[in-house]
């Protein structure tokens, strides 16, 4: 971590108190983080950058292999007496906490945790790296908080049942500003990974989680395409009505869609998406979209559904190209509030905010910009875009503590100031967020890819039976698809079962890209295996 340089001027001081006096009132309308935003009131004035830039592209600290291999050590450290395939004891911190300390141990704080969309957001970062690394710890580790998550949804009985959590509490369902209510876009981002799961593993029980999910949400989607943002399960009556992201809804049932196709899961993503564009793009409404959050009104803007829906209409883009103008208005809405280039000890990468009126610059924001910026790339091969995604996905390892933490709160935009993640409250979920994200760029930039090794950086599908064994790497899909591999050297021949595949061609078969050591491989569904 680069220490921020403070100002001695007594009139800078004095500028930004009354800076910081007209900032307050924003920031005390948000109770429940206001003691985290308050750490630190002694201002500092913008330092001069001390990133190296080469070619208009901010350099890492460190290589970002490194920065995700020290991450996951990080995550190991509040495990406890949990063991990977055991939900029946002790548990890994981030099943029931949110916050975590800044050496790695847990909390003392209450019992708070938002299981939908951080266990969610968990399966999708650990199912992510069994893919890059083949560790069969990492498949566990995300079956284990779906079987979790499966055993602790609202009851099957229930207006709203078979629903995941939003909020745990105290070791209770429901909370912190939820209440007694339930959010309905989380299901679906957790339907989602329970269906990734279903195709690692070929275990029905994930997919059925999965329909009970559409099952529960189908007869709710309303006239204009959207769902109750915050609803009592037990009858269904609504506690907030508009928020969320739409756009899980619209990957939710297209995902669902691809196993089971059918008429009222196409309709319901046809509609959700009338009313992402409708809502957010079109009109730039967003409003309340976290669980520790107060009903905020529409213009209200949070990066996390920003980035996500933009990231959404560029993977779309290819069988609808009018998608990547509809998502670079969602990121022009986003630059102009959220995304800041300036102050920061990362500068000129961007770093992205949180919220509108919780503007820190994270970790987890900023990957997630920068996810959106590589579906951009891969869509338009626009070298501008490709330049301040890599700048700001090097700007993370600035996030980094020294000893594995992505930090929660790097900089304060409206005191001028960098967090010590020491005082600061951090969380789980913006340190997975960011491996997360970091992971899922490398398809698009496989040069943040480590060199002389051997990596499979993404897939149309989910993975299953990945190996990294010498002299054959493989893995095996349930569908038709398509890899990306960084590999030591071009390959001798990719197999598909017993068969070799072609090398070239616009079909099924392989090619191999000698400057940047990329195996792309299309096949049938089935096993595979690279061999050197």
Same mark, same amino acid.
């Given at each position: 971590?680069?220490?921020?340089?403070?100002?001695?001027? /007594?009139?800078?001081?004095?500028?930004?108190?009354?800076?910081?006096?007209?900032?307050?009132? $924003?920031?005390?309308?948000?109770?429940?983080?206001?003691?985290?935003?308050?750490?630190?009131?002694?201002?500092?004035?913008?330092? %001069?950058?001390?990133?190296?830039?080469?070619?208009?592209?901010?350099?890492?600290?460190?290589?970002?292999?490194?920065?995700?291999?020290?991450?996951?050590?990080?995550?190991?450290?509040?495990?406890?007496?949990?063991?990977?395939?055991?939900?029946?004891?002790?548990?890994?911190?981030?099943?029931?906490?949110? *916050?975590?300390?800044?050496?790695?141990?847990?909390?003392?704080?209450?019992?708070?945790?938002?299981?939908?969309?951080?266990? @969610?957001?968990?399966? /999708?970062?650990?199912?992510?790296?069994?893919?890059?690394?083949?560790?069969?710890?990492?498949?566990?580790?995300?079956?284990?908080?779906?079987?979790?998550?499966? @055993?602790?949804?609202?009851?099957?009985?229930?207006?709203?049942?078979?629903?995941?959590?939003?909020?745990?509490?105290?070791?209770?369902? #429901?909370?912190?500003?939820?209440?007694?209510?339930?959010?309905?876009?989380?299901?679906?981002?957790?339907?989602?990974?329970?269906?990734?799961?279903?195709?690692?593993?070929?275990?029905?029980?994930?997919?059925?989680?999965?329909?009970?999910?559409?099952? #529960?949400?189908?007869?709710?989607?309303?006239?204009?395409?959207?769902?109750?943002?915050?609803?009592?399960?037990?009858?269904?009556?609504?506690?907030?009505?508009?928020?969320?992201? %739409?756009?899980?809804?619209?990957?939710?049932?297209?995902?669902?869609?691809?196993?089971?196709?059918?008429? &009222?899961?196409?309709?319901?993503?046809?509609?959700?998406?009338?009313?992402?564009?409708?809502?957010?793009?079109?009109?730039?409404?967003?409003?309340?979209?976290?669980?520790?959050?107060?009903?905020?009104?529409?213009?209200?803007?949070?990066?996390?559904?920003?980035?996500?829906?933009?990231?959404?209409?560029?993977?779309?883009?290819?069988?609808?190209?009018?998608?990547?103008?509809?998502?670079?208005?969602?990121?022009?809405?986003?630059?102009?509030?959220?995304?800041? #280039?300036? +102050?920061?000890?990362?500068?000129? $990468?961007?770093?992205?905010?949180?919220?509108?009126?919780?503007?820190?610059?994270?970790?987890?924001?900023? @990957?997630?910009?920068?996810?959106?910026? @590589?579906?951009?790339? &891969? $869509?338009?091969?626009?070298?501008?875009?490709?330049?301040?995604?890599?700048?700001?996905?090097?700007?993370?390892?600035?996030?980094?503590?020294?000893?594995?933490?992505?930090?929660?709160?790097?900089?304060?935009?409206?005191?001028?100031?960098?967090?010590?993640?020491?005082?600061?409250?951090?969380?789980?979920?913006?340190?997975?967020?960011?491996?997360?994200?970091?992971?899922?760029?490398?398809?698009?930039?496989?040069?943040?890819?480590?060199?002389?090794?051997?990596?499979?950086?993404?897939?149309?599908?989910?993975?299953?039976?990945?190996?990294?064994?010498?002299?054959?790497?493989?893995?095996?899909?349930?569908?038709?698809?398509?890899?990306?591999?960084?590999?030591?050297?071009?390959?001798?021949?990719?197999?598909? +079962? +017993?068969?070799?595949?072609?090398?070239?061609?616009?079909?099924?078969?392989? #090619?191999?890209?000698?400057?940047? *050591?990329?195996?792309?491989?299309?096949?049938?569904?089935?096993?595979?295996?690279?061999? %050197?």
């Amino acid at each position: 971590m680069i220490p921020s340089s403070r100002s001695v001027s /007594r009139l800078a001081t004095l500028a930004t108190a009354v800076l910081l006096a007209l900032a307050l009132p $924003a920031l005390a309308a948000e109770k429940t983080r206001k003691a985290e935003a308050a750490q630190s009131t002694e201002p500092a004035a913008a330092q %001069p950058s001390l990133v190296k830039v080469v070619d208009g592209v901010v350099q890492p600290r460190r290589p970002l292999a490194e920065a995700i291999a020290d991450a996951i050590l990080f995550l190991r450290k509040a495990d406890g007496a949990y063991v990977p395939g055991r939900i029946d004891g002790d548990l890994a911190g981030y099943f029931m906490y949110a *916050h975590v300390n800044a050496d790695g141990s847990r909390v003392s704080r209450r019992q708070l945790s938002f299981p939908a969309r951080h266990h @969610a957001y968990f399966i /999708r970062t650990f199912l992510n790296y069994y893919t890059y690394t083949g560790g069969a710890e990492w498949l566990q580790r995300a079956r284990d908080l779906a079987d979790w998550n499966l @055993a602790h949804s609202t009851p099957a009985t229930a207006t709203y049942g078979n629903l995941p959590y939003s909020a745990y509490q105290d070791g209770k369902p #429901t909370g912190s500003a939820d209440k007694n209510s339930i959010e309905t876009d989380k299901p679906a981002f957790l339907g989602q990974a329970y269906l990734s799961l279903f195709e690692s593993t070929g275990d029905r029980r994930y997919l059925e989680g999965a329909r009970r999910i559409a099952a #529960t949400l189908l007869p709710k989607q309303r006239a204009d395409g959207s769902w109750p943002f915050r609803v009592i399960p037990q009858d269904g009556t609504i506690y907030e009505d508009q928020g969320g992201a %739409p756009v899980f809804f619209v990957e939710f049932f297209e995902h669902l869609n691809r196993h089971e196709p059918k008429p &009222e899961y196409a309709r319901a993503r046809d509609k959700a998406t009338q009313l992402m564009i409708a809502r957010n793009v079109e009109r730039g409404e967003w409003g309340t979209y976290h669980e520790d959050i107060q009903p905020k009104p529409g213009t209200h803007l949070s990066a996390e559904p920003m980035s996500f829906t933009a990231a959404y209409l560029f993977s779309a883009a290819k069988a609808r190209p009018e998608y990547v103008e509809l998502g670079r208005r969602v990121l022009r809405q986003m630059e102009a509030k959220l995304v800041h #280039t300036e +102050g920061h000890s990362a500068s000129p $990468a961007a770093g992205v905010a949180e919220q509108a009126t919780f503007a820190h610059i994270m970790a987890g924001h900023t @990957a997630r910009y920068c996810l959106a910026l @590589a579906r951009l790339y &891969e $869509a338009t091969k626009d070298p501008a875009v490709k330049s301040r995604a890599l700048s700001s996905l090097n700007a993370v390892t600035y996030m980094q503590s020294d000893v594995g933490l992505f930090r929660t709160h790097f900089y304060d935009t409206v005191h001028k100031v960098e967090k010590d993640p020491a005082t600061a409250a951090n969380w789980y979920s913006q340190h997975l967020y960011t491996v997360c994200h970091l992971l899922e760029c490398m398809a698009a930039f496989p040069e943040i890819a480590p060199q002389g090794e051997d990596h499979i950086l993404g897939s149309s599908t989910a993975l299953r039976n990945v190996r990294y064994a010498p002299g054959n790497l493989g893995y095996a899909t349930a569908f038709p698809a398509k890899e990306s591999i960084k590999l030591k050297s071009e390959p001798r021949a990719v197999r598909l +079962g +017993g068969r070799a595949l072609a090398k070239g061609g616009q079909g099924d078969g392989w #090619t191999f890209d000698a400057a940047t *050591h990329v195996l792309t491989v299309r096949h049938a569904a089935g096993e595979v295996s690279v061999l %050197p």
